[in-house]
């Protein structure tokens, strides 16, 4: 919903899911003009033309008797369930959406008005999907069901990438899958060591690109640009964890789809030009971390964590956390840690402790997180060795 400040006439957009019934003031972010919303609400409604109206306008209470109750819910409803329809009609179906999360919200128990236009949004959102659009993603929406696939086509925003100016670049952070509609765009490698620039993959219709950094917390690993103006389709990571509360299955399928649609950067027949300067070697090991900063002093108030050793190379290792949510995620990201390792040589214990960076976050079912680390300085291959060996 969108409101001009009538003092200096700044556009605000506001929830109108989120708006109560009562009055509420609020201050324009441009002048800092109070005034009613909603009674300011109700009179843009009487000067835009009909076709414009945002048909939510919530009468308040009028009366104490149960009779005044009963009737003031009754307009309520009405008023909700044809701004729905006509919202639906001119197929504004965010706007929809809104209306009905308030509808259930103010009237859980208008069950034939809540299911109806559940119904009716969903039908009219199917009729107007493009198929032609779908076409490009077939092996995507064979996977999903009908609900999934409704919810998935609106989610996305079209987007237009211009020629030259990369959409993501590597080192970056990023919150977006793209799906690509038409044009051209090509992902390319910066090799620090050899100061070059290293083309591996080129992007067309029916491409997507982004899963490394959006299913994972972690940087871009690779730099996308689009070689002539290209169309793409955007899905937000704030859109799609939306998704998922009503969508529980579609995180699995999205992400078989693009494990399996991903360019890969094989840089490994080249020499001088991996990705990863060191062998990983898998691993079994307790160990201990601690945040710190860049000089390895550590921050008091942190506690000590208890880890699982995944893998560990001269470079870097991997280490599992239990009961990490997503949204605290950006607190370790790009977070310097201590890392105390204890493994067994010849039954005897041998400790190694190193300063390392967390430099990728990537999530599992059951809030278990695998957090890659690069060490501010290698450690001796042998004693990797002598982990990957460890008795005990």
């Not at 003031?25 to 009674?39: E, L, N, T």
């Not at 937000?236 to 998922?244: A, D, G, P, T």
């Not at 009503?246 to 020499?271: G, H, P, Q, Y």
């Not at 960076?357 to 300085?377: D, G, L, T, W």
Request: glycine content about 4%.
């Amino acid at each position: 919903m969108k409101i001009r400040c009538p003092q200096c006439d700044a556009l605000h957009t506001f929830d109108a899911a989120k708006l109560p019934a009562r009055a509420i003031q609020v201050k324009c972010k441009k002048c800092v003009h109070p005034f009613d919303i909603k009674a300011h609400i109700q009179r843009q409604l009487q000067h835009e033309p009909q076709e414009k109206v945002t048909p939510v306008v919530l009468p308040e209470k009028a009366g104490d008797s149960k009779q005044a109750d009963v009737d003031n819910e009754a307009v309520v409803i009405k008023s909700l369930y044809d701004g729905i329809i006509k919202y639906v009609s001119q197929k504004k179906f965010n706007e929809a959406d809104g209306l009905r999360h308030q509808l259930m919200k103010i009237a859980p128990m208008a069950l034939s008005e809540i299911f109806s236009t559940g119904e009716i949004i969903e039908q009219n959102k199917m009729m107007a999907m493009d198929p032609e659009k779908i076409k490009h993603w077939s092996r995507l929406y064979d996977r999903l069901n009908p609900s999934e696939t409704v919810a998935f086509y609106f989610a996305l925003t079209d987007v237009e990438a211009k020629a030259n100016i990369p959409v993501f670049k590597q080192g970056e952070f990023d919150d977006k899958l793209y799906f690509v509609q038409s044009g051209q765009l090509k992902l390319s490698y910066y090799d620090a060591e050899l100061g070059r620039h290293f083309l591996y993959g080129d992007l067309h219709k029916g491409d997507v690109a982004g899963g490394d950094a959006f299913f994972s917390f972690s940087c871009h690993t690779s730099t996308l640009t689009p070689v002539v103006d290209s169309q793409i389709s955007v899905l937000e990571k704030s859109v799609y964890q939306s998704l998922l509360f009503e969508n529980t299955t579609l995180e699995s399928k999205l992400c078989n789809f693009f494990e399996e649609n991903l360019k890969i950067c094989n840089l490994s027949s080249k020499k001088g030009q991996g990705r990863r300067m060191h062998k990983r070697h898998r691993v079994s090991l307790n160990a201990q971390v601690q945040m710190a900063d860049p000089d390895g002093n550590r921050i008091i108030g942190k506690e000590i964590a208890n880890v699982k050793l995944v893998d560990v190379s001269a470079g870097g290792l991997c280490y599992m956390v239990q009961n990490l949510k997503m949204n605290k995620a950006e607190q370790h990201h790009k977070q310097w840690v201590n890392i105390n390792m204890q493994y067994k040589k010849d039954h005897v214990f041998q400790e190694v402790k190193v300063l390392a960076q967390n430099v990728s976050m990537k999530f599992y079912p059951f809030e278990e997180c695998a957090v890659h680390v690069r060490f501010k300085k290698p450690i001796d291959e042998k004693k990797v060795i002598e982990m990957a060996h460890s008795d005990g």
